[in-house]
């Protein structure tokens, strides 16, 4: 349970009248630890005596274990796109903050970013730290758009045809301030639609400040992933099992917000 203040308030002031005092409402945001998560592996007596390579396979049991927790930790922080109300625009503050692509067929397009900008900007958002995530087909897009490829229109992507526009999760440049990442673990939703449009299949690509004030998801740890093994010899074999627990929300909606764009064709 996390306590929250609302805005002060402002009022005019009078020489040598009495100070008006207001109260600030404040209210509780509330979260679950729901993600009770196991990863476990063995390996028999029999096998450690055959394979060569008994050991080797054993030594990865734990790492492999750990990447796989960790793999499902993204995908529930990427799921949380999903947490504002689908099949609308979730309009703060007058802007729509949930939008379809408006490229070709539902595809992203580069005002898509601009838009975004725009929505954080009305949801009072500090324009620090920004940050997109979006889908690999976005970087195909992004990579086939003659308006950043054509490098006489814009000199600034010089490059982009010969070597692409990201360099492992991470574009070479940021676009309208946001540095953008790609990451396979973003939420899909069956359908998607939003002012009489239909998107099938629409990938939630996500848009926020990663700024520490104004974070847009909130989650904790009950328990760190932790290691367990142990010699079973019912069984004849040993067994390795990771553990962890952990709980996540969306925390601000203002600083959320989603283009949701037609995978590739």
């Avoid at 922080?77 to 625009?89: E, K, N, P, Y």
């Avoid at 998607?192 to 848009?207: D, L, P, R, S």
């Avoid at 010699?231 to 553990?243: A, G, I, M, S, W």
Wanted: a negative charge; proline letters at 4%; hydrophobic letters at 40%.
């Amino acid at each position: 349970k996390i306590p929250s203040l609302g805005d002060a308030t402002i009022n005019d002031y009078t020489e040598d009248a009495a100070v008006t005092y207001d109260p600030i409402d404040d209210a509780q945001f509330t979260f679950s630890i729901t993600e009770y998560l196991q990863a476990g592996n063995y390996i028999t007596n029999k096998a450690m005596q055959d394979v060569y390579y008994a050991n080797e396979i054993m030594s990865q049991f734990v790492p492999l274990q750990e990447r796989a927790l960790m793999e499902r930790l993204e995908t529930d922080i990427m799921a949380l796109g999903g947490q504002q109300t689908v099949d609308d625009s979730n309009d703060i503050n007058g802007t729509a903050h949930r939008m379809l692509g408006s490229g070709s067929g539902g595809k992203i397009a580069v005002e898509d970013f601009a838009k975004a900008l725009h929505a954080l900007k009305t949801g009072k958002v500090p324009q620090r730290n920004l940050v997109a995530i979006v889908d690999p087909s976005v970087e195909l897009e992004m990579n086939t758009l003659s308006q950043l490829t054509n490098v006489s229109n814009n000199p600034r992507w010089e490059g982009v045809v010969r070597d692409g526009i990201a360099t492992g999760m991470t574009f070479v440049a940021n676009i309208y301030g946001f540095d953008v990442y790609t990451s396979n673990y973003l939420k899909t939703e069956t359908a998607e639609t939003i002012g009489g449009t239909t998107v099938n299949n629409a990938i939630t690509n996500m848009f926020f400040s990663a700024d520490q004030s104004v974070l847009p998801f909130v989650g904790a740890w009950r328990q760190m992933p932790e290691v367990d093994t142990e010699y079973n010899k019912d069984y004849q074999r040993t067994e390795f099992v990771t553990t962890a627990r952990y709980g996540m929300k969306l925390y601000r909606p203002e600083n959320l917000v989603t283009v949701m764009t037609a995978p590739l064709a």
